[in-house]
């Protein structure tokens, strides 16, 4: 890797109904090098509070670990919602939500409520969204076995455009700390290895060759997973290479998803 590339700055994709916007990352330390992670954005409309936000936030986790299904499900759509970049105060609004211990809240309760899918898509943006923030939170979720978490909400809901977007960007966010971290360094080897992970993905980017938002997660995430070079034959044998680039035949004239593909390609065959 040239010295180009490892005094590159992290950057960042914002999803807006499957457009992708390429953009500088802001108030996001520099990444390790060959590394990106993805800015958590929706479409949906602010959530109303009647309390002041960063009041409102302990709340929300409190609420989100309830035996009350629904409660907990509402209350981690308001917090994903603060957390949103489309949010003015998303940058403030992740700092409160990680002193108040969010990334040791969602992996336990994405495990409690493991079959219900808006629960899964929310928990999966929230994970990406604080992932993201601070790169130490993305320790404790893979601790606490998020990426195993995630990974079974995109084996149970492999038919859920929106979750398999949500919960790759996730894992993109969460490997991005893979270089410094031998913790999810050891994640990133059972994911490939052990779990089915890369199958995992290919298969969604197969099941949604359209969706060019989703082959731009995937590449991304098998982009942060190339930088491991014991992990490079693994995701040419289990067909990642293959994957992405027939999704790259297929978007060509799109140029975030080709800039992504091609670091890839480049990523395995250095």
């Given amino acids: 890797m040239s010295s180009e590339d490892r005094n590159g700055k992290r950057r960042r994709v914002n999803d807006d109904n499957d457009k992708n916007n390429h953009e500088e990352a802001d108030e996001v330390p520099s990444a390790p090098p060959a590394v990106v992670s993805i800015s958590a ?3 949906e409309h602010p959530v109303t509070l009647t309390v002041p936000i960063l009041e ?11 035996d009350n299904e629904e409660e907990a499900s509402s209350a981690l ?12 105060n998303a940058t403030a609004n992740r700092k409160e939500a990680l002193s108040c211990g969010a990334h040791a809240i969602l992996v336990p309760t994405m495990r409690k409520w493991q079959h219900n899918r808006d629960f899964q898509t929310f928990g999966s943006h929230c994970v990406q969204a604080v992932a993201q923030t601070n790169r130490q939170s993305a320790i404790v979720i893979t601790k606490m076995g998020g990426v195993e978490a995630i990974l079974d909400a995109l084996k149970i809901f492999s038919g859920e455009i929106e979750l398999q977007k949500r919960a790759t960007a996730a894992l993109v966010n969460v490997f ?11 994640a990133a080897d059972r994911f490939v290895n052990e779990m ?9 980017m ?26 490079r034959d693994e995701l040419v044998k289990q067909g990642a290479v293959s994957a ?9 004239e799109n140029e975030d998803f080709k800039m992504r593909a091609t670091f890839f390609m480049k990523q395995v065959f250095s």
């Fill in 77 to 88: 759509e308001a917090l994903r919602q603060l957390m949103r970049s489309e949010n003015l």
């Fill in 176 to 186: 991005v700390a893979m270089p410094n971290s031998e913790v999810i360094q050891n």
């Fill in 56 to 66: 409102a936030i302990p709340n929300f986790l409190v609420e989100i670990q309830s």
């Fill in 244 to 252: 992405v680039g027939l999704a790259l035949e297929e978007h060509w």
């Fill in 196 to 204: 089915d992970g890369v199958s995992t993905v290919t298969k969604a």
């Fill in 206 to 231: 197969k099941d949604f060759p359209d969706i060019v938002a989703y082959q731009n997660y995937a590449a991304m995430l098998f982009g942060n997973l190339a930088t491991s070079q014991e992990l």
């Fill in 41 to 43: 954005a929706t479409t």
